[in-house]
């Protein structure tokens, strides 16, 4: 069983900058890839940012430019920075892991507001 962690979340005003930790209990390199959703207040969980295992990123189009998502492997832990937060942002925050195996772990999820 891997656990996933998040920590990093909070009140922000827009414009601000956090940075989202999420870290594994056993070692990310087993995974495919890692990657940050979030869900917002009565919608969907959706992707925000992905890196792979050879260090290709993807970004959806409305983080595209404000965050950028990274890995330490030997600390196996998974960043997302984001900055030029902006209201919309506004949403909890998931970790998710994906085996080669089909199998995907999710972490708690940590709030992350942007209001003044």
């Known amino acids: 069983q891997v656990l996933l962690v998040e920590s990093g979340g909070g009140l922000v005003q827009p414009g601000g900058s956090l940075r989202l930790s999420c870290v594994a209990s056993?070692?990310?390199?087993?995974?495919?890839?890692m990657a940050w959703y979030r869900q917002a207040p009565g919608k969907e969980r959706d992707l925000a940012a992905r890196?792979?295992?050879?260090?290709?990123?993807y970004y959806a189009d409305s983080v595209k430019g404000r965050f950028t998502i990274s890995r330490h492997v030997v600390q196996n832990r998974v960043y997302l920075q984001m900055n030029s937060l902006r209201p919309e942002d506004t949403a909890v925050y998931y970790c998710?892991?994906?085996?080669?195996?089909?199998?995907?772990?999710w972490g708690q999820g940590t709030q992350v507001t942007v209001s003044s």
């Open positions: 890196i792979t295992g050879d260090s290709s990123t």
């Open positions: 056993g070692f990310i390199s087993r995974f495919k890839a």
């Open positions: 998710n892991g994906d085996t080669p195996y089909g199998v995907s772990y």
